[in-house]
T-cell receptor, first 114, second 112 residues
Framework: AQSVTQLGSHVSVSEGALVLLRCNYS??????LFWYVQYPNQGLQLLLK??????LVKGINGFEAEFKKSETSFHLTKPSAHMSDAAEYFC????????????FGTGTQLKVEL | SQTIHQWPATLVQPVGSPLSLECTVE??????LYWYRQAAGRGLQLLFY??????ISSEVPQNLSASRPQDRQFILSSKKLLLSDSGFYLC???????????FGPGTRLTVT
């Protein structure tokens, strides 16, 4: 069975500050990992994905995430927050060995303040 | 490129009324299709998924049903809506390996 845990349902940062959104996974097989972003009243948009190639993954809008097997983590970071980054972020996992379902975390609402 | 459509965008329905939400995908064939619900302040709940025409798997027992009458069409239905059916409904399709999911714009359902 696989699962993801997102620590912190709400995160608040100042504009220009570092963004760090935490995701830890549990998977019985090597996983694929994803981060999605959702703006109000919209569908989810894929930010980035880890597919067992490079452990540091760069995505859209300046975000990146690092896969750390020893820590079972896939935290999302951005060096400098922008007001437009305010949204909800979801971490998700799927097994590399097969399967056609993603398991999503409960989401983290990011607030960016002036 | 692939595109996923959902309609209607918003819907207000009284308790006990029927429901039909539609999702269609363009630009791909034989996609795996998914219905999710987001209740206010909560995460994504997988409701149904389908790997082909007429093939539906239900994840959560509830007041809803799903059908897939055509390869790229996925329908979410209810015979009688409950207040608890209110939420934001998202349709998605998946790209096989590495299983990226792509989401539609969603339908906001309010049951009154």
């Amino acid at each position: 069975a696989q699962s993801v845990t997102q620590l912190g349902s709400h995160v608040s940062v100042s504009e220009g500050a570092l963004v760090l959104l935490r995701c830890n996974y549990s998977s019985s097989v090597p996983p694929y990992l994803f981060w999605y972003v959702q703006y109000p009243n919209q569908g989810l948009q894929l930010l980035l994905k880890y597919t067992s190639a490079a452990t540091l993954v760069k995505g859209i809008n300046g975000f990146e995430a690092e896969f750390k097997k020893s820590e079972t983590s896939f935290h999302l970071t951005k060096p400098s927050a922008h007001m437009s980054d305010a949204a909800e972020y979801f971490c998700a996992v799927s097994p590399t060995g097969g399967g056609n379902k993603l398991t999503f975390g409960t989401g983290t609402q990011l607030k960016v303040e002036l | 490129s692939q595109t996923i459509h959902q309609w209607p965008a918003t819907l207000v329905q009284p308790v006990g009324s029927p429901l039909s939400l539609e999702c269609t995908v363009e630009g791909t064939s034989n996609p795996n299709l998914y219905w999710y619900r987001q209740a206010a302040g909560r995460g994504l709940q997988l409701l149904f998924y389908s790997v082909g025409i007429g093939q539906i798997s239900s994840e959560v027992p509830q007041n809803l049903s799903a059908s897939r009458p055509q390869d790229r069409q996925f329908i979410l239905s209810s015979k009688k809506l409950l207040l608890s059916d209110s939420g934001f409904y998202l349709c998605a399709w998946i790209r096989n390996s590495p299983y990226e999911q792509y989401f539609g714009p969603g339908t906001r359902l309010t049951v009154t």
